[in-house]
């Protein structure tokens, strides 16, 4: 028997899935703008957004129900996890590195696979 999600519950992961892709377009538009991890690193309030924005797409993708993330197992869930968990419980130590390439090129896969969803999402 296939299962049925209540309207309720496809409302919310439509609602979670939006504000992930918005939050991974931030981080990624922000990140992108500092051109380097350097100078990512060198601009405090842009290297705080950008992390913050990545925490806030991770806690969007954790509300998210297990059956929408079960229709997209090509996702990177646990990576999100784990990158909220470093920058949330190790804050100090946020390699500039490693939250430049999440937030450019790893932002830039997830947002192309994440958009279609988005787009098929009905008004």
């Known amino acids: ?19 992930l892709v918005e939050h991974v377009q931030r981080a990624h538009d922000d990140a992108s703008a500092a051109g380097s ?4 690193e060198s601009d405090y309030m842009r290297f705080n957004s950008v992390a913050m924005d990545m925490v806030q797409a991770q806690e969007s993708a954790r509300r998210l129900s297990d059956e929408f993330r079960e229709t997209v197992p090509q996702l990177p869930w646990n990576e999100l996890r ?24 790893d932002a830039e896969a ?14």
């Open 82 to 105: 784990a990158l909220r968990n470093v920058i949330v419980h190790e804050y100090d130590g946020i390699d500039s590195y490693a939250l430049y390439e999440s937030a450019t090129i």
């Open 1 to 19: 028997m296939a299962r049925r999600t209540h309207a309720d519950q496809r409302f919310r992961d439509e609602t979670n899935l939006i504000r």
């Open 110 to 123: 997830l947002l192309a696979k994440l958009l279609p969803y988005v787009n098929a999402i009905k008004d």
């Open 37 to 40: 991890a350097e100078a990512l």
